[in-house]
């Protein structure tokens, strides 16, 4: 019996619009998908360059109006991969036309675009996806099956920090990814966001927050162009360089935060540690195929955290590539995120995580963002 | 100007053919291949399977002869990743109707095989290609430029392990790759071919060897089957479970080599170290990113092997994929070695590792084995 | 010609008891100290148990009141190594009396207590030394170096956590290190102090602070005694189990810090890294024999931190013991930090640590606690 | 009631001389001994230099004639820590003269020497040891206590490398380390000697051996001295830079086995690991207060090599120094070694290692080294 069809539509085509692409072309060639996955079209406003990611991306058609891709009838599925500046008014045009949005994450420059957002597929009645992949590497989603079953109890602390170094040099030009007006904020947004969703995926909602935020190089060289800028012209940073912060965790337990694109070295270091009751578990994304496990409930003798290859048929996802030992890379994190949104829209159960995670999501940032300005607490929830 | 097509038939449908297949269809959408990879033929003997392995893996259609592969005039390569005691006659037929012959490793089942498909290649006058897939990490190939570049100088010391665990287990059944008529030898063949490539590779030719070779478990319990084997019926293990040797490199360099499907905990731990007058070499296929690096050049004070993200845009195949930090996974091995096969092929150089590469690995295998059953050193070429 | 000899009266005679004790007994073995060092006198308040640590430790003879050690006019040196609670009185005392005083850490259970400590000593005109001994592990002797030398450039993240479990089961029970009129605080105190010393001697001074406290089990049983506590008894912890806060330092760098006992798995993970513009540190006391360092000055394809066995005669205190590779162990911080205090009091330049840093210190500590209290940042140095 | 006194002279105020009598000081501050140790002569042949050992290791007085330590009619134990060429006479001396033998290892230059000496001490009926000091780092006896109770079953492989790289320049000088003369053999009995004690104390008798032995760098400058060798002069280097063999055990565990001193970066890396049907244990001297276990009768998603921090109470000798996750050095092997080797004494039982396991340890190394000269394989014991 053939399987439905599910029609995708890809706004923007550059390091995301690579990623979603590949997890598009080759979540089918692993799991049993219930949908066909059809990739109709990818969308970007400089035509050569979209033409020649269509071809290479393994795309059907292009567009360079979005709009073009939220009022095709044929399209279910509204990928909006772009820079944040247009996530909301794309998002929220194809909520109303009625499409599956899946987007890339943070979903918002700013908290009331996540909101706007949210609102519009919570009207639309149509289920969401957001790219927080990590969560679907296989030792984190091993970690979360780990902490369901009970295996460290209590939670006491969550301690994360991704940590890049691309910025490092003050040398380092002008970028989109500085511009707070494309970007909504800089290393908070691009990667704390995705330590704030492993927090809420393991540990659960933080309820208040207090951080500090710093922009270490203030001005950069513009990159000389036709007609613009000049050998010597400089550009404003106006977002953070690297982001710091205290947390408290609904069930008490105590976070620490921190993200940055100024560690030498690391390169990307995505890296968590959850220590409860009974055992402890730690992660980083570079060497994103093991999983550290400590069980206290062992003789004291033999005490010690494991690396677990999370490479097994055992584990989360991992039994459908190849065996054990044999290890996945970052891309296979979009395939395993294509996956299960595809089951979950097929089984009509909420994708996790989704537009409403992606809300919550923006809510810490958020907090922590005025924590900094106002140099005190800030409840995630409001008062 | 269109790319020429280049257009393979597969000749097996089960890891390695997933492997392949996944390399075929991905290695364009990474690399600016010169061709255009046509996958038109998969073959397997069951054709139920066969049929749906097309399907999966993203072959046009399916054969179940062979040899309808081979005198198709359509394909210009043939894939040869059945299991061993397929390879020769497979190999040589193709090679006698003008294919161009990829082939799994090790590429005969005995070097009398080995033999007579490098003979037939040879008389093609066809480039060939073997999958011996680790060279094509990143790491590796760093590794090997480094090497080249005299960073590590002389070479002393070339040291490899490659272990696995799967059969450790003596209630684990038999299988085919436990039957010497099926597969020629046990850990030998299967990855100790692999660090007899790397040591090939990255050091040079092997002279003399002497080594030993085991079976721990003789007897394995048969998988029951209708009209087969009853519940408590045994098979006979005929090859080794595990095989050590020393080496004498040409170049003077001591060689130690241990392959073992009986080291618990070890999954696909394919590790080597190079030792040399100006540095060393590490790598571990479990952190298949990673390359250890000390330069004993450097201040005394700051001495200390670094551990290179081999992920970086300046390193071998990895400016490819994803930026820095982002790590690739196994089945990158394989679309690497296609892009790198491709372009030879193109441009008309040698690809490395070919059918000459495979036969001067299988006479390291057969002196290896020989040295076991004589109980003496052997000269990998005669006297 | 004869070395003077340096007497010294050691108060206190439990773990940092037996660890300095250690030390005196040994400097002298590894390194041509300027002095000969006089065990002379140890001192507790249980006259058995002090006759036996007088006698396994290696002193001459020993006292029940500390009162006679500072007024015994042969001793030069008086080293505070009780519990918190009665270092002031006697560090002042022993200061009044015109003795050396060495110190343990935290030096007070209070800033109140700090400022007169340090107010005593810096009356007495005589140099002090206070145990902050990680400074004194080669590795991070090494990592000072570095950063002096300009090799990671200017400083723009500390990072430290110094994590351990020994009371995160809610059974253990009521110790007074979990007494706040005998400690002063928790976690804070006994292993906060310790990355506040770290921070200050590799970054700089501290500006200002933020951070939480908790005490996760807030009642722990009583360990039943004659003529006390009964069966099922609890008493109440009254200090912080965890604490973690985030900092400026006065250069511009961002801090984080967190120490706690609930970290399940953490024996004595003393882990520090520093990120700069040139690159980075990191070191963890588990494996205190090492310092990882990435320099970003070099060629990018070989980029990577190098794992230093800081245990070479180039490297700071090592070459006083073992060939490089045989590493030392805890007890020999203490070993160099008691050689470096000789060797400073014999050459009249200032002992770092002292008095006036463990004040610092506590200056940090106490903004730690106010912050936590007021949930407010908190100037270190007041307003 | 008073201890007994044990009195021990030392011939030899070296780099072991420097060891033991560290041992020998420290042994009673940690360990309540049986014996009080007295430390009353060291002795030497140049007088300057050993007065000054004496003085600054501890010990009462010298000599220069190691005769009158033998003669000594207050000395119990005579240590014998000087070059090898002059263990055997100074061994078997002391059996003779009834003294209690403790020797450095190997214990003879030659399989003829150690045979001698092991016929001397058993004619004497006196207790013996032999300072394979690795058997006393608390995690290789974690180890050998997991071994003993079954945790890793049947032994299948033991993987043994012992690197350093302190002669891996072809500048580095001749030195007495590198003469047959004064030293018998140079990696294969300086290193080679502590992997096979290691193979022994885990995995049982060596049967059989086959190997390849190699000098890398054949003439080394000699170092300029008055009335020596003038600049250019270069000496012979007569023995092995690196050794390589494979083995097999009695119990039928397949064994490999490398000593080099031309493995850059590695300092002291005496890495091993043993292979068994229910699991794993590995182990490397430059982190020698851990061990890796691999429980595999555990569910396979939580399988994974453990870190165990051999530092607790619950673990061997451990429990005598500091608390979990305080390490120990290099030197406590020692201090364990002489409290083991006290109390075997004083309880009139075995020690162990004791001569005639330095005998056995000397047959493999003769194997080894035959091995090598006749390329073939060698039973360790003779036919």
């Given amino acids: 019996m053939a399987k439905p069809t599910l029609t995708v539509g890809l706004i923007g085509y550059q390091f995301m619009g ?34 020649e990611a269509a071809r290479t991306l393994g ?27 247009s996530h909301c008014e794309i998002a929220v045009a194809a909520a109303e036309a009625g499409k599956v949005v899946w ?27 957001v790219f927080h992949n990590y969560r679907f590497a296989p030792a984190v989603a091993l970690a979360k099956r780990l902490i369901d079953e009970g295996r460290i109890g209590r939670v006491y602390h969550f301690r994360a920090a991704y940590l890049q170094d691309w910025i490092a040099d003050p040398a380092f030009p ?69 982001v710091a912060w205290v947390a408290r965790f609904e069930g008490g337990a105590m976070g620490t935060f921190e993200a940055s694109r100024f560690a030498r070295g690391r390169k990307n270091h995505n890296r968590f540690e959850v220590n409860g ?12 195929n093991e999983l550290e496990f400590y069980d206290a409930t062992e003789p004291e003798a ?11 048929g055992s584990h989360p996802f ?4 190849w065996p054990v030992g044999h290890i996945l890379g970052y891309e296979h994190t ?21 537009m409403e995670d992606g809300l919550e999501n923006q809510r810490v940032l958020d907090a922590v963002e005025r924590s900094h300005l106002e140099r005190a607490w800030v409840r995630v929830r409001g008062a």
Same sequence: chains 1, 2, 3, 4.
Avoid at 61 to 84: A, L, M, N
Avoid at 277 to 288: H, K, Q, V
Wanted: proline fraction near 4%; charged fraction near 30%.
């Fill in 18 to 51: 690579k990623a979603h692409s590949n997890a598009y072309r080759q979540a089918g060639r692993f799991f049993d998908l219930p949908h066909e996955i059809r990739m109709k079209t990818i969308c970007g406003r400089t035509e050569g360059a979209v033409a």
């Fill in 59 to 85: 795309w059907e058609g292009y567009e360079t109006d979005w709009r073009r891709v939220v009022d095709d009838p044929e399209i279910d599925v509204v990928d909006v991969s772009t820079s944040g500046d």
């Fill in 103 to 129: 987007c890339e994450k943070p979903i918002g420059n700013t908290l009331a675009e996540a909101e706007r957002m949210a609102a519009a597929v919570r009207a639309s009645g149509r289920p969401s996806a």
């Fill in 174 to 242: 002008m970028v989109w990814r500085l511009e707070k007006s494309r970007t909504g904020s800089g290393a908070l947004g691009d990667i704390g966001s995705h330590i704030v969703d492993l927090g809420r995926y393991l540990v659960g909602e933080l309820e208040e927050v207090c951080g500090t935020m710093e922009t270490f190089v203030k001005e950069r060289p513009l990159a000389p162009s036709p007609g613009g800028a000049g050998p010597g012209a400089v550009g404003v940073v106006d977002v953070d360089d690297a």
């Fill in 277 to 288: 009751e009974r055992g402890s578990l730690a992660f980083n994304l570079e060497r994103m």
């Fill in 302 to 312: 033999t005490h010690g955290f494991r690396l677990i290859q999370a490479t097994d």
């Fill in 318 to 321: 991992a039994g459908r590539y």
């Fill in 334 to 354: 979009f395939v395993n995120l294509v996956a299960e949104a595809s089951a979950a829209l097929q089984e009509g159960r909420r994708m996790r995580p989704d």
